[in-house]
């Protein structure tokens, strides 16, 4: 790497609808994950276009501390068409901005409000990986679960270094039933947007 961040986002999910959440906890916390935190939030998206869009976060409904109201917008932008594993992801926190005026400034840039969704995560952080179990609430309050991977873009690893990071995590998760050929090819936004 030439010291320039690059933003590019190793990160892959897996349907877990069939996975229990204790079972889950009992397998990663024998990992001997440095930390886990449990997070409720909201995350309202506005599009452009299919492959490129802004996420805000709103705060964690359940924080306390200095994090408590920690809100953020994220810009995403897919690679390649046929899957969502490698993005680039820009995130910018945007604490204590009421939402109308994050909306106003989403649509100034011609992203308009497409749909929300509600998270409750549970997230446990290696040095060189973060793997989160969260079940997901959308307009309709359907649920649906996943399994997510996700390569610590922080310390400098090449896209190379990032994919042996989230193979390593399979073949730990593997009694879960977590395998590459379970590597769901859609990211939240596409698994519930609507139109495009």
Not at 28 to 46: A, G, H, M, Q, R
Not at 59 to 74: F, I, V, Y
Not at 124 to 148: N, Q
Not at 175 to 186: A, D, V, W
Request: hydrophobic share 35%; charged share 35%; glycine share 4%.
């Amino acid at each position: 790497m030439d010291g320039k961040k690059q933003y590019i986002e190793v990160e892959v999910k897996y349907n877990a609808d069939d996975i229990d959440l204790y079972a889950f906890k009992d397998l990663v916390k024998s990992l001997n994950p440095i930390s886990f935190i449990y997070v409720e939030s909201t995350d309202i998206y506005y599009a452009k276009s299919e492959n490129e869009f802004l996420r805000h976060r709103l705060p964690a409904e359940n924080k306390q501390g200095e994090e408590q109201d920690r809100s953020e917008l994220t810009f995403k932008k897919k690679h390649i068409d046929q899957n969502n594993w490698t993005r680039t992801e820009v995130n910018l926190r945007i604490d204590k901005n009421d939402p109308k005026l994050v909306e106003a400034f989403c649509e100034g840039l011609d992203y308009k409000r497409n749909m929300s969704i509600q998270k409750s995560c549970h997230i446990y952080f290696w040095p060189d990986a973060d793997v989160v179990y969260y079940s997901v609430k959308d307009e309709a309050g359907k649920y649906t679960h996943c399994l997510e991977i996700e390569a610590n873009e922080d310390i400098g690893m090449t896209q190379e270094e990032s994919w042996n990071i989230v193979v390593k995590y399979e073949k730990l998760l593997a009694p879960l039933g977590i395998t590459p050929q379970k590597r769901k090819k859609l990211s939240l936004w596409e698994m519930f947007r609507k139109g495009f």
